[in-house]
Nanobody, 123 residues
Framework: QVQLVESGGGLVQPGGSLRLPCAAS????????MGWFRQAPGKEREFVAA????????DYADSVKGRFTITRNNAKKSVYLKIDSLKPEDTAVYYC????????????????WGQGTQVFVSS
């Protein structure tokens, strides 16, 4: 069992940056691929980024490549999402998730979810 708690959301101006931490509790954090998803108002939840267990390879949605960076610290049982050059269309609830699969891109690939943190981009 893994419990995930996101934080770091809030109101940010366009062009700004934000770092979203996700803290995990439970066992074997390093054995999970960690992902970030987001859900904008009126839209389906979408994959944003993932960092794989073991080798730490990363995957990104095409729409966020170059602006989003996912990292993890296994000793701290945490995963982070850095967002640069924020746009109003980045407004969404951001979710952290954990998967036993090595490569995980879909919501159904993930076994555990956090409650989400709201990011609102507006001037």
């Amino acid at each position: 069992q893994v419990q995930l708690v996101e934080s770091g959301g809030g109101l940010v101006q366009p062009g700004g940056s934000l770092r979203l931490p996700c803290a995990a509790s439970g066992r074997s954090f390093s054995g999970y691929t960690m992902g970030w998803f987001r859900q904008a108002p009126g839209k389906e939840r979408e994959f944003v980024a993932a960092i794989r267990r073991g080798d730490g390879n990363t995957d990104y949605a095409d729409s966020v490549k170059g602006r989003f960076t996912i990292t993890r610290n296994n000793a701290k049982k945490s995963v982070y999402l850095k967002i640069d050059s924020l746009k109003p269309e980045d407004t969404a609830v951001y979710y952290c998730a954990a998967a036993q699969l090595y490569a995980a891109y879909y919501s159904g690939d993930y076994d555990y979810w956090g409650q989400g943190t709201q990011v609102f981009v507006s001037s």
